[in-house]
C-alpha cells in the first residue's frame, strides 16, 4: 500500500525549521511559506521532496532554490504590502508567489527568459491562486520598464555584476537582492539599498550558488 505524503505537515515541519535555524524572523515570511504549496511549482516525480531543504530541478538546465535560501533573500528584501517588485527568473512560480504573499499579487511582475518555463510557472501561480501575478518573457538582465520603478528588484539567477537597467529601474528607496559573482555558479548575495542622493549603497550577504542569468547585460547564451 502506497503511502501519501501529507503535505501541509511536511511544510508546517520546513518552516518550523527554517525559524528555530534563524533563516525566518519576520512573521508575515513565515505566514507566506505556510501559505504557499511547493509541492504544486516542482516536477510531478519530485513532490515527495518538495519539503527538503534543497533545490530541486524544474527543467530547461534551471532549478527551484532551496527554501532557506529563498528564506534569505526575503528577510533582506524587507518587503512591505503594496511595494513594487519585480523578479528577475520566474522558474516554476513559487518565489514569485511568496513574494505575492508580502507584496500583494498584483504588485508582483515576473520575467522568464524560458517561453515554456514563463508558460509554466503561470499555470502553477493560477492553480493556487496566484493568477493575478503578471508573467513576461524577456531578458530579464534588461530589467522591465513597463511597471518600473521598483521598491525591490529580486533575481533568482547569478549575474556577474548588478545590471544597469535594474538600477535605473529603482524607485527612490528600492532595494536590488541578487547573487553577483565573477563565476555563473558561485555568487555572493549582494544587498543594495538606494540612498537620498541616488547612490547605490552594496553589501555583501552569505555565499550561493545559483544557476546562471543569461542576458545582454549578463552571462551569454
Do not use: K
Request: proline share 8%; aromatic share 6%.
Amino acid at each position: 500500500m502506497t503511502t501519501r505524503t501529507d503535505f501541509g505537515a511536511a511544510r508546517a515541519r520546513l518552516t518550523d525549521h527554517l525559524v528555530r535555524s534563524h533563516h525566518i524572523r519576520d512573521p508575515r515570511i513565515r505566514e507566506a511559506f505556510l501559505r504557499v504549496p511547493r509541492e504544486e511549482f516542482v516536477l510531478e516525480r519530485d513532490r515527495d521532496d518538495a519539503y527538503a531543504d534543497t533545490p530541486l530541478p524544474i527543467g530547461h538546465g534551471q532549478t527551484i532554490s532551496a527554501p532557506s535560501m529563498i528564506a534569505i533573500m526575503l528577510e533582506e528584501a524587507r518587503i512591505q504590502f503594496g511595494e513594487r517588485v519585480l523578479e528577475i527568473g520566474t522558474g516554476s512560480g513559487y518565489h514569485a508567489a511568496l513574494l505575492a504573499c508580502l507584496a500583494g499579487a498584483d504588485a508582483v511582475v515576473s520575467i522568464e527568459r524560458i517561453p515554456e518555463l514563463a508558460a509554466w510557472g503561470r499555470a502553477n501561480l493560477a492553480r493556487v491562486s496566484f493568477a493575478h501575478i503578471e508573467i513576461v518573457v524577456g531578458d530579464g538582465s534588461l530589467g522591465y520598464p513597463a511597471r518600473a520603478p521598483y521598491d525591490c528588484i529580486m533575481a533568482t539567477a547569478g549575474a556577474p555584476r548588478i545590471p544597469e537597467p535594474w538600477i535605473e529601474q529603482l524607485s527612490g528607496t528600492g532595494r536590488i537582492i541578487a547573487p553577483i559573482g565573477r563565476s555563473p555558479h558561485m555568487q555572493i548575495l549582494a544587498i543594495a539599498q538606494r540612498n537620498p542622493d541616488g547612490s547605490l549603497e552594496v553589501r555583501e550577504g552569505t555565499p550561493c550558488a545559483f544557476v546562471p542569468l543569461i542576458g545582454a547585460q549578463a552571462w551569454p547564451d
